[in-house]
């Protein structure tokens, strides 16, 4: 694995679905991330957190994708929250795009475990 490439990573921690990121995540790892996405949303533990601490950059249709998800997990009645700390360039496209207050958003993993 080099440096830049994105990894997508699922586990399950009590009742939280955790998804991953790491590295730089854009339009050819976003399907895996949306894919992970749905599938907790759909009939997953209540929570789902996506850990964007290892991100150091995520583009529009990583976007896209926590935004459906969001709307999918608000439907059936669970929760999507986004943990960081965030680096600046995730930060950016969340602040530039106004998306921010779409979001749950947690300072850690382990504050977004309780949010």
Known sequence: MTEGEAVVTTTGRRDTTVISLRGEVDE???PL???ALAQAS??????TVVDLSGASFVDSS???ALLTAQRA?????????LAGPLHTAVRRLLDVTGAAP???LADSLAAAMTC
């Open 28 to 30: 050819e790892a976003a």
């Open 33 to 35: 991330l949306a894919r």
């Open 42 to 47: 759909e009939g997953g533990p209540p929570r």
């Open 62 to 64: 990583v976007l896209h």
């Open 73 to 81: 997990h608000a439907a059936s009645g669970s929760v999507l929250v």
């Open 102 to 104: 779409a979001f749950r």
